[in-house]
C-alpha cells in the first residue's frame, strides 16, 4: 500500500465553481501534512501547511481528518490560474512522501 | 531572499555515465532533499542532508549517492547511468529539524541516452 494517495483526476471544473481534493495516508503516526501546486514541467511550490484545527489562506482551505486518516484542499471561486497538478505531503519518520497529484482544470 | 537553485538546468549522458547535480539552498537553510520525478510520475524520495549528514535515504541503489557541504549546498551523483535515470531531479530546502515547509528548486532534467 502506498503511503499517500491521491484520485489523479482530472477534475474538470467550471470558473467560480468549488472544488475538493482529499489524500489519504497510511501511517497514523505521520507528523507534518502540506498542499503543493506543480505546474507542467515545473518545481512543486508549496500552497499551504495542514495544521490540526483546518486553516484558510483566502480561496483555499486545508483540513486534517487524523482518525480518517486523510487531508483535504477546497478551492473556492475557481479561476483560470488555478489550473494545476496539486500533491499533498506527508511527513513521517524522517521522510517526506509525495502523493502523485490530482489534475485541475478550471475551464472558461 | 533568493530561493533553492540547482545546475545544470539540463543534463545529457550516455548510459553507463556519471551524472553529479548541484543545489544551493536558501539561506539559512540547513537541511537539503533530493527527489526523482520521472516523466508522469509523483516525486519519489532520493535522500536528506541535514547539518552536513545523510539523515535518511530512499529506496534507490546505492549508485545514487551525495554529500552536503559545509554552505550547506549539496550535490547529488549518480553512477552507472541507466535509461531509466532519465528525470527530473528536484532539489528541496528547509529548515533545519526535518519536518518543516520544503522549498523547492527548478529542478535539473537529466536525459539518458
Known amino acids: 500500500r502506498k503511503e499517500v494517495e491521491q484520485d489523479p483526476g482530472p477534475f474538470n471544473v467550471p470558473e467560480g465553481a468549488t472544488v475538493a481534493f482529499n489524500c489519504t495516508y497510511s501511517?497514523?503516526?505521520?507528523?507534518?501534512f502540506f498542499w503543493y501546486r506543480q505546474d507542467c514541467r515545473k518545481e512543486p511550490k508549496l500552497l499551504m501547511s495542514?495544521?490540526?484545527s483546518g486553516n484558510e489562506d483566502g480561496r483555499f482551505t486545508a483540513q486534517l481528518n487524523r482518525a480518517s486518516q486523510y487531508i483535504s484542499l477546497l478551492i473556492r471561486d475557481s479561476k483560470l490560474s488555478d489550473s494545476a497538478t496539486y500533491l499533498c505531503a506527508v511527513y513521517n519518520f524522517n521522510k517526506f512522501y509525495f502523493g502523485s497529484g490530482t489534475k485541475l482544470n478550471v475551464k472558461p | 531572499e533568493a530561493g533553492v537553485t540547482q545546475s545544470p538546468t539540463h543534463l545529457i549522458k550516455t548510459r553507463g555515465q556519471q551524472a553529479t547535480l548541484r543545489c544551493s539552498p536558501i539561506s539559512g537553510h540547513t537541511s537539503v532533499y533530493w527527489y526523482q520525478q520521472a516523466l508522469g510520475l509523483g516525486l519519489q524520495f532520493l535522500l536528506w542532508y541535514d547539518e552536513g549528514e545523510e539523515r535518511n535515504r530512499g529506496n534507490f541503489p546505492p549508485r545514487f549517492s551525495g554529500r552536503q557541504f559545509p554552505n550547506y549546498s549539496s550535490e547529488l551523483n549518480v553512477n552507472a547511468l541507466e535509461l531509466e535515470d532519465s528525470a527530473l531531479y528536484l532539489c528541496?530546502?528547509?529548515?533545519?529539524?526535518?519536518?518543516?515547509?520544503?522549498?523547492f528548486g527548478p529542478g535539473t532534467r537529466l536525459t539518458v541516452l
Open positions: 501511517n497514523s503516526a505521520s507528523q507534518s
Open positions: 528541496a530546502s528547509s529548515r533545519a529539524g526535518g519536518h518543516g515547509e520544503q522549498f
Open positions: 495542514v495544521y490540526s
